[in-house]
T-cell receptor
C-alpha cells in the first residue's frame, strides 16, 4: 500500500530557514499536501502542489517536488516561534478521495 | 466563513457507554471524512462520505463503530459500547469534492475510562 515517510523532529533558531522533508511511494499520486497542527487543534491546510508542478511559493512557504525521487519538501523562510507545530505531509490520488498521511514532523523554533 | 465544526470538544466517559461525536461540514462541501489520531498509529481514516453516501468504511475498526450522514450539513460517529482503547482524538474533515483539499475541524478528544 501507499506509504508516506517523514523525519520525526526538527529544531531551528528563530530567523533561520526550516526544511521539512517527506518521501512517498505511490507513483500515481496526483496531489501532495502540507498540513500544520498546533497543540489541541485540528490540521490546518498550509499549501498543496499538483504532481505536474516542481515548485510552489506562497509567502514564506516554498514547496519543492521531485517526482522522480518521490520527494517533497516544505521550506519555511524566516522561521518564527509561532511556526512551532507538527507538520504533516499527505498524498492523494485523483482517482480516490482518500489521503495517506505521514506521521508528522515536530518543528521546534527556539528564540 | 465557518470552518468544520465538531462537538463536543472533549468527552470523558466510562467504558461500555455509548459515545456520539458530531460534525457540521463547511457549507457547500460534498465530501466528509472521519479520522482518528493516536500517538501510536498517527492519523487513520475511518470512513468517508460523498454526497451523504458512505463510500469507503474499510477503516472502521469494529462493528462497535458506526457513522451516519442524514443530510449535507450533519454527520455523526457513534461508538457503542465504548472501550478504553477507543481513547483518541477524532477529527472530521470536509472537502468541496472528492479530489479537493480537505479542511479539518478542531477534533473531539475522547477519553474512555
Amino acid at each position: 500500500g501507499e506509504d508516506v515517510e517523514q523525519s520525526l523532529f526538527l529544531s531551528v533558531r528563530e530567523g533561520d530557514s526550516s526544511v521539512i522533508n517527506c518521501t512517498y511511494t505511490d507513483s500515481s499520486s496526483t496531489y501532495l499536501y502540507w498540513y500544520k497542527q498546533e497543540p489541541g487543534a485540528g490540521l490546518q491546510l498550509l499549501t498543496y502542489i499538483f504532481s505536474n508542478m516542481d515548485m510552489k511559493q506562497d509567502q514564506r512557504l516554498t514547496v519543492l517536488l521531485n517526482k522522480k525521487d518521490k520527494h517533497l519538501s516544505l521550506r519555511i523562510a524566516d522561521t518564527q516561534t509561532g511556526d512551532s507545530a507538527i507538520y504533516f505531509c499527505a498524498e492523494g490520488d485523483s482517482g480516490y478521495s482518500t489521503l495517506t498521511f505521514g506521521k508528522g514532523t515536530m518543528l521546534l523554533v527556539s528564540p | 466563513d465557518a470552518g468544520v465544526i465538531q462537538s463536543p470538544r472533549h468527552e470523558v466517559t466510562e467504558m461500555g457507554q455509548e459515545v456520539t461525536l458530531r460534525c457540521k461540514p463547511i457549507s457547500g462541501h460534498n465530501s466528509l471524512f472521519w479520522y482518528r489520531q493516536t500517538m501510536m498509529r498517527g492519523l487513520e481514516l475511518l470512513i468517508y462520505f460523498n454526497n451523504n453516501v458512505p463510500i469507503d468504511d474499510s477503516g472502521m475498526p469494529e462493528d462497535r463503530f458506526s457513522a451516519k450522514m442524514p443530510n449535507a450539513s450533519f454527520s455523526t460517529l457513534k461508538i457503542q459500547p465504548s472501550e478504553p482503547r477507543d481513547s483518541a482524538v477524532y477529527f472530521c474533515a470536509s472537502a468541496q469534492d472528492r479530489d479537493q483539499p480537505q479542511h479539518f475541524g478542531d477534533g473531539t478528544r475522547l477519553s474512555i475510562l
